[in-house]
């Protein structure tokens, strides 16, 4: 009889190699652990750690990025080293390993390791989803974004680019200013710009209605070995563009109004 472990390992073999296959040389990881938990009824700390050695391990030629999002910036106080992402358990272990550079964008940044690294630290943005942004570097080398054990309107954050580039009118440019410090060390004020919602939609915003869209113009690669592994794939460029043309048609398209 086969262990819940060794089905959960087996499992995860295969959806590496599926994705792997995609013969892309930049992979964004953003991942989620609870399904994959429930269904393996397995341990969630073992399932994040396997899941991040996995990746290590398969895309080890490859530039890997996971999103590390944090809002402690808003709070007027970020550290690039002490910041929790609240963007899952991966990226924080990937964090509290050490062994990744996170990107300078103070609300979005990414956990990089790999042969683009150098290049990305050259990036100076102007926005956080705009010019010059890790975002736009992902679009111009069009990588291959794959939300992991996440349904779409969870698992896509670079489509809000797409709602910048539309200039989509539930959103404004909202300058956020505080101070960064570096394991505790006071680095320097400092500000980013962000395009925001406004706060009178922030109940109102529903993804669903892009994730359909996407879904019918089958825009993703949906890779399914079980109900707890499972991945949703595709090029940022598709992502971006196909979210562009969404908004310019249907400028309220991810409000209920």
Same mark, same amino acid.
């Given at each position: 009889?086969?262990?819940?472990?060794?089905?959960?390992?087996?499992?995860?073999?295969?959806?590496?190699?599926?994705?792997?296959?995609?013969?892309?040389?930049?992979?964004?990881?953003?991942?989620?652990?609870?399904?994959?938990?429930?269904?393996?009824?397995?341990?969630?700390?073992?399932?994040?750690?396997?899941?991040?050695?996995?990746?290590?391990?398969?895309?080890?030629?490859?530039?890997?990025?996971?999103?590390?999002?944090?809002?402690?910036?808003?709070?007027?106080?970020?550290?690039?080293?002490?910041?929790?992402?609240?963007?899952?358990?991966?990226?924080?272990?990937?964090?509290?390993?050490?062994?990744?550079?996170?990107?300078?964008?103070?609300?979005?940044?990414? #956990?990089? &390791? !790999? $042969?683009?690294? @150098?290049?990305? +630290?050259?990036? *100076?943005?102007?926005?956080?989803?705009?010019?010059?942004?890790?975002?736009?570097?992902?679009?111009?080398?069009?990588?291959?974004?794959?939300?992991?054990?996440?349904?779409?309107?969870?698992?896509?954050?670079?489509?809000?680019?797409?709602?910048?580039?539309?200039?989509?009118?539930?959103?404004?440019?909202? #300058?956020? &200013? !505080? $101070?960064?410090? @570096?394991?505790? +060390?006071?680095? *320097?004020?400092?500000?980013?710009?962000?395009?925001?919602?406004?706060?009178?939609?922030?109940?109102?915003?529903?993804?669903?209605?892009?994730?359909?869209?996407?879904?019918?113009?089958?825009?993703?690669?949906?890779?399914?070995?079980?109900?707890?592994?499972?991945?949703?794939?595709?090029?940022?460029?598709?992502?971006?563009?196909?979210?562009?043309?969404?908004?310019? +048609?249907?400028?309220?398209?991810?409000?209920?109004?």
């Amino acid at each position: 009889m086969i262990t819940k472990k060794l089905k959960f390992l087996n499992d995860l073999n295969k959806l590496c190699k599926k994705i792997i296959h995609k013969n892309n040389n930049i992979f964004v990881f953003q991942t989620d652990i609870v399904a994959t938990s429930v269904f393996y009824k397995l341990d969630g700390n073992y399932i994040a750690k396997t899941i991040l050695n996995y990746i290590e391990k398969n895309f080890l030629k490859k530039t890997i990025l996971f999103p590390a999002f944090s809002d402690d910036f808003i709070k007027k106080k970020y550290d690039i080293k002490l910041s929790k992402p609240s963007t899952g358990i991966i990226p924080n272990l990937a964090l509290l390993s050490g062994k990744y550079y996170r990107t300078e964008s103070l609300l979005h940044s990414f #956990l990089i &390791k !790999g $042969k683009d690294l @150098n290049e990305i +630290k050259s990036l *100076k943005q102007n926005t956080t989803w705009g010019e010059g942004s890790v975002f736009d570097w992902l679009y111009k080398k069009n990588g291959l974004w794959v939300s992991l054990n996440l349904n779409l309107n969870r698992g896509c954050a670079v489509h809000h680019m797409a709602e910048e580039k539309a200039r989509v009118p539930y959103r404004f440019y909202k #300058l956020f &200013k !505080g $101070k960064l410090y @570096n394991d505790g +060390k006071f680095v *320097k004020n400092t500000f980013e710009k962000k395009y925001s919602y406004y706060k009178k939609f922030s109940t109102k915003l529903d993804y669903n209605k892009w994730v359909y869209i996407m879904k019918k113009k089958k825009d993703f690669d949906r890779i399914t070995i079980s109900p707890g592994m499972y991945a949703n794939v595709s090029t940022v460029k598709k992502i971006v563009d196909k979210s562009y043309s969404f908004y310019k +048609k249907y400028p309220f398209g991810s409000v209920n109004l």
